[in-house]
């Protein structure tokens, strides 16, 4: 199946890229709940489970929130909307979740329950209790702050990292270059729609699919039901058109894939695997030689330095202190290998030229210039 994705130029106009602390949150649940794979995030996986087994025996709405999670289907939406911002704190996040009507809840818990298991009994009078939004929104509050939280500053630098580069690329070449690579079978074509490849092997997040009644799951694709354009039922091709609400593109640390939300109620928005997802790595390869010229830590720095990035960035993502990334940084910079410059109140540094040179044919897999071949 293909979901085909209209975007007009009021679309775009209207399009942003965006962090969801929330979204962030509610994706570590599907990981930690075993219904996604943790990828390069096992060892923190490992790490949080005893925190996630606290929560499962204290808040009594996590673990039936947790059955809710499902893919190929749809999921209900409202314990983690699309932000309406760019920035969204969680508390302005977790505002909007309690602000759901509870009958509300109870219509989307029960479409995300058809075709499903029929719930323990004790986990059904949860899902439709008159206080579901609230014990939802307690778990989920725990969650950030017991789980997500203390890794938030190293997470939201991979979220930011993506961000950037694709606002740089965007900015250049258009939007076609900044959604390029959003997933392997999700691309943007030249008449100005997204178009995503449904089948085995597309790996699709927590979240919502196109149109009504749809939504996304681990090994599947967006999902079937009812949209703007052609077809309506399962393995038909269909198209989705925005009307000018245009898109929010929410990268995601964890390796879920495309995620999708268009229900009227909440704003349109998809999430994809943000560039360079997890730990960035030792360097190997091509990157060894490199690193024995001038070390391990400075080859990765200059390799992540392929997009900008401030001092304090380069630290959260490395686990280093500033004064030591402060070193290594003024040790390229005298080698003539990154430069630095101002923007408002942050100082970034970038590669220069002959930084790229030396760079460059590493991150394709060739020598560099002049290099044994």
């Known amino acids: 199946m293909v979901y085909r994705i209209e975007v007009s130029s009021a679309d775009l106009v209207a399009s942003r890229f965006a962090i969801s602390p929330l979204i962030t949150t509610k994706q570590a649940l599907w ?34 929130m947790t059955v809710l999670f499902r893919d190929h289907a749809y999921n209900a939406d409202f314990p983690a909307p699309p932000p309406a911002g760019v920035n969204t704190p969680i508390e302005e996040e977790l505002a ?85 690579d959003l997933a392997p079978k999700a691309r943007w074509l030249p008449d100005g729609v997204i178009e995503v490849h449904s089948g085995p092997g597309t790996s699709t997040g927590p979240g919502r699919g196109p149109g009504t009644g749809t939504g996304l799951g681990s090994d599947s694709g967006l999902g079937t039901g009812t949209g703007s354009g052609p077809g309506s039922g399962p393995g038909s091709d269909q198209t ?5 609400r245009g898109v929010l593109f929410l990268p995601s640390v964890f390796p879920l894939g495309i995620g999708s939300y268009f229900e009227h109620d909440w704003p349109y928005a998809l999430s994809y695997p943000a560039r360079g997802t997890g730990v960035p790595p030792e360097p190997g390869g091509g990157a060894a030689g490199l690193a ?65 040179a030396l760079a460059g044919p590493v991150e394709t897999g060739r020598p560099p210039a002049g290099g044994d071949r």
């Open 31 to 64: 990981v930690l709940s075993g219904k996604k794979e943790a990828g390069p995030w096992r060892a923190w996986t490992d790490r949080m489970r005893e925190p996630y087994g606290r929560l499962l025996a204290t808040e009594p709405g996590l673990g039936p």
């Open 292 to 356: 024995g010229l001038i070390g391990r830590t400075r080859t990765r720095i200059l390799l992540e330095l392929a997009v900008p990035a401030t001092t304090s960035r380069l630290a959260t993502l490395f686990g280093l202190g500033l004064g030591t990334v402060g070193g290594h940084l003024a040790a390229l910079r005298g080698a003539g290998l990154v430069a630095r410059a101002r923007t408002g109140r942050s100082v970034l540094y970038h590669r220069t030229a002959l930084g790229d």
């Open 96 to 180: 909007v979740v309690r602000a759901t009507p509870v009958a509300q809840a109870h219509e989307e818990i029960a479409r995300n329950l058809e075709g499903m298991a029929r719930p323990p009994e004790e986990v059904a009078r949860v899902l439709f209790s008159p206080d579901v939004v609230a014990l939802f929104a307690d778990a989920l509050q725990r969650a950030w702050e017991e789980i997500v939280a203390p890794s938030w500053p190293r997470f939201h630098a991979i979220l930011e990292r993506d961000v950037v580069q694709r606002a740089g690329r965007l900015a250049t070449y258009g939007w076609a270059a900044a959604l390029d």
């Open 240 to 244: 989705f058109r925005l009307d000018g």
